[in-house]
Each structure stands twice: as structure tokens, then as C-alpha cells.
């Protein structure tokens, strides 16, 4: 089992920054890869991006792109999300996620078998 803790959303104005961390515990051998998706009401879970624990791929969702930085800190069992240049459309609840299978769809929720409880980020006008 793996258990996800997500920290450091909140309220930000439109241009600003916040930095999301996800902190692992458990089987964190086991992970493949981490993470972030988010759920804005009424829509379905997006992709935002994720990197693997090996290597450090990382790759982004192309709402993201340029915005948003993905990052990790294995001795610390711990992902960040650093996100610039915020916008109103980015408000929603993120999401950590951890993949210990290796070979599933690094875009789509389903490739992940562990979730954090989320955390609120909101972008005000």
C-alpha cells in the first residue's frame, strides 16, 4: 500500500504562483511513477503531469505547458508542482497520484492505482 498526502494549495490571483507538494509513505519502492491531475466541477479528471522515479521523465498536459513544473525529491518520497502564470481556467482540485505498475497509460487516471485526498487551488480574477 501507498499513501499519498498532498499540501499547498490554496487561493491565488490571476498571474500568480504556488508550489503543490505530495508526500509519499508506505511501499514507495513500489512506485513507478507519480503524478497531478485535477478536477474542476463538472469535468472529467485532466491530466497535468507526471515524472518517473527512476529517471525523471516528466511530461505535461498541454494546458500546462511552459506554466507548470513537475518535480522530485526521492530521498523525501516527495513530488512537487511548482505553477507559475496561473490562470482562472487552472482552479480546481489537484490531485497526487502514484503508478506501481510501469506499464499503463502515464495520461489517463486510470494508469494509477494510488490517490491523495486532493487539495483546492483556486485563481481569482
Known amino acids: 500500500q501507498v499513501q499519498l498526502v498532498e499540501s499547498g494549495g490554496g487561493l491565488v490571483q490571476t498571474g500568480g504562483s504556488l508550489r503543490l507538494s505530495c508526500a509519499a509513505s508506505g511501499r514507495t519502492f513500489s512506485i513507478w511513477r507519480m503524478g497531478w491531475f485535477r478536477q474542476a466541477p463538472g469535468k472529467e479528471r485532466e491530466f497535468v503531469a507526471t515524472?518517473?522515479?527512476?529517471?525523471?521523465?516528466?511530461y505535461y498536459g498541454d494546458s500546462v505547458k511552459g506554466r507548470f513544473t513537475i518535480s522530485r525529491d526521492n530521498p523525501k518520497n516527495t513530488v512537487y508542482l511548482q505553477m507559475n502564470s496561473l490562470k482562472p481556467e487552472d482552479t480546481a482540485v489537484y490531485y497526487c497520484a502514484a503508478d506501481t505498475r510501469s506499464n499503463s497509460d502515464r495520461y489517463s487516471p486510470k494508469g494509477y492505482d494510488y490517490w491523495g485526498q486532493g487539495t483546492q487551488v483556486t485563481v481569482s480574477l
Open positions: 515524472i518517473t522515479q527512476s529517471a525523471g521523465s516528466s
